[in-house]
């Protein structure tokens, strides 16, 4: 007889993993012990090894990846710790599991297209709407050649979210729209059509079914664009549709109002761009400090403080416009992705945030021994418009290099001229837009529309393509204000243009040295603040690190010489902020 405890061990709360455990307690053929400690999730038995085996293999098929799962073991123990009470998780979202997804989802099954199929593991028949219950197989056809005839559906949904749709073309009605985003119909195909890799190919199976940012195969005859956001089926009416449209050859098809999560990789760490929660659903996070003020709101999240923890509800998206944002955390984002990242330790010191945002201020934000909080640096506000852009390069010293440019490339000197960046201008995807127009992007083979989203995509992805370890090395020059300190981005550009000139044919390998040296001199900057206050861990925040490269690139550079945190309880840019501004200051006007 042996005794052997199960362990799944994660970042976060897996609800599915306690439903399960709850599950095999419950279980009659079973003798457990179950239990939870922090996120850690353990099934303990006692039995022979054939019986051990037989639990082994039902676990193992039982328990799906998560992106949250940092690693499973099986240990062989002297005594149980577990118990026969059940584990408290919070409410179950998935529309369905690997017991029942084979009955409905699978064309051969007897109970294909049947959404209400009854499935006493993961229980999703009692969770989805009437309206979905209604709907037959005959009804999911008829939506399709509404897409057939149409080119595009707006699939049932049965609540007030906003609406689904799936179309056979992209929507370029909405020039400031993020990345498109692809439901993949045949995950056997993934690789024909995308570079991904082992562990993408891991999130996108995931329970949580999150959209993961992939580049297409060079020279894709339909995928023209550097970037897009793949998801798989997450509700049991797409993955029905998804089954039929690989019947009929579709390996792929793009999908607007998608609720599946956003995730980007930061050392190591599988991270939301924004919690997504269900409506009301309550995130609990304990803080060893009270805060400065008892409640917030930030977007959709409103929170509160609660003696020793902090709660965070999310709003219905109708009331969200009622609730408003308070515009000074747009202001302090960084000191809030700081306050949230740090709220476990009794006294947060010798700590910075390295907050990089496409919308609020990208700040390096430090805290010393003392708990003072001082601002070293803040990316510039770059000019939203093409002829504003030459006419600050015309008049600083990059001139004659820009001279040159003109003439060499009189094509791409005009549609620069003609760029204008929508929404903020002080982030680094500003700076990749307009170096893609420099490189070439709008001209020739590339031909990348004038979006600020896909210009800078294009940066990126052919960094992503670039082999090896050597590239040029790109300036980014700090200025000094009275207060802080900032880019000289002209000599950037400057920088840019100058090996464009001397190896015109090299884009991925200028565009890789581009996100290098950016990781090589933050790391500067940091280690220079290090030698001032001793800087011992340092915070990562900020929806620009949807840039995985970037991401990549700064945590192998910074993670040498010092301790990262990313703040794998919340998000880089959301509820991170709504938490932490419960401890700022001067929060509020």
Not at 42 to 66: N, P, R, W, Y
Not at 98 to 109: E, L, R
Request: charged share 20%.
């Amino acid at each position: 007889m042996k005794n052997i405890r199960f362990e799944f061990d994660c970042q976060r709360e897996v609800p599915f993993y306690g439903h399960l455990c709850n599950q095999y307690l419950l279980n009659e053929q079973y003798d457990v012990n179950i239990g939870q400690n922090g996120h850690r999730y353990f099934i303990e038995a006692q039995g022979e090894q054939a019986d051990l085996e037989s639990l082994a293999d039902a676990i193992a098929e039982d328990f799906l990846i998560s992106s949250w799962l940092i690693k499973p073991l099986i240990t062989l123990i002297d005594s149980p710790i577990g118990s026969k009470k059940l584990i408290q998780h919070s409410p179950l979202a998935q529309e369905y599991c690997q017991q029942c997804q084979p009955h409905f989802g699978d064309n051969q099954a007897k109970h294909f297209g049947q959404l209400d199929y009854v499935c006493p593991c993961c229980q999703a028949d009692k969770r989805i709407s009437q309206q979905l219950k209604n709907t037959g197989l005959d009804d999911v056809k008829i939506l399709l050649n509404k897409l057939e005839q149409q080119g595009h559906v707006i699939l049932p949904c049965g609540t007030k979210d906003a609406a689904i749709s799936i179309s056979y073309k992209p929507n370029r009605s909405n020039q400031k729209s993020n990345r498109q985003n692809l439901v993949i119909c045949n995950p056997n195909n993934l690789n024909a059509h995308f570079v991904v890799t082992e562990q993408q190919v891991l999130a996108l199976s995931s329970i949580e079914k999150p959209l993961i940012s992939c580049r297409p195969i060079d020279n894709h005859p339909r995928l023209t664009d550097p970037l897009y956001a793949l998801c798989f089926a997450n509700s049991r009416l797409l993955m029905v549709i998804c089954e039929l449209l690989r019947q009929r050859g579709i390996d792929w098809i793009y999908i607007e109002g998608a609720n599946n999560p956003h995730f980007t990789r930061v050392d190591s760490h599988w991270l939301p761009l924004c919690e997504i929660t269900e409506d009301n659903n309550i995130l609990s996070y304990l803080s060893s400090k009270q805060p400065l003020h008892d409640d917030a709101h930030y977007g959709r999240f409103q929170v509160q403080w609660k003696k020793d923890h902090i709660e965070v509800c999310t709003a219905k998206s109708n009331i969200q416009q009622d609730l408003g944002t308070d515009a000074n955390l747009d202001h302090e984002a960084a000191t809030c992705a700081l306050h949230a990242a740090t709220l476990s330790l009794k006294k947060p010191k010798n700590c910075a945030v390295l907050y990089l945002s496409d919308s609020n201020k990208s700040r390096i934000v430090t805290m010393d021994a003392k708990q003072q909080l001082e601002l070293f640096f803040e990316f510039p506000t770059l000019p939203d418009n093409g002829y504003e852009i030459v006419h600050q390069i015309d008049a600083s010293p990059q001139k004659q290099l820009f001279d040159k440019f003109k003439q060499r490339y009189p094509d791409d000197y005009l549609a620069l001229l003609a760029l204008k960046l929508d929404g903020s201008t002080n982030n680094i995807q500003s700076l990749w837009a307009i170096a893609a127009v420099l490189l070439g992007a709008t001209n020739g083979c590339h031909s990348v529309p004038a979006n600020k989203v896909l210009l800078s995509d294009f940066v990126i992805a052919n960094a992503l393509r670039h082999r090896g370890s050597n590239a040029p090395r790109i300036d980014y020059p700090l200025t000094r204000g009275e207060a802080h300190r900032s880019l000289n981005w002209c000599k950037t550009l400057g920088s840019i243009l100058s090996f464009r000139l001397a190896e015109d044919g090299n884009i991925e390998k200028l565009a890789f040295g581009m996100h290098d040296s950016l990781a090589d001199f933050i790391c500067n900057w940091v280690e220079h603040l290090d030698q001032n206050i001793s800087i011992k861990s340092v915070v990562l925040a900020g929806s620009s690190f949807d840039n995985e490269l970037l991401g990549k690139r700064i945590a192998l550079r910074l993670g040498k010489n010092f301790d990262l945190n990313p703040n794998a309880q919340m998000d880089l840019e959301g509820l991170n902020i709504a938490v932490g501004s419960l401890f700022l200051k001067q929060r509020r006007h």
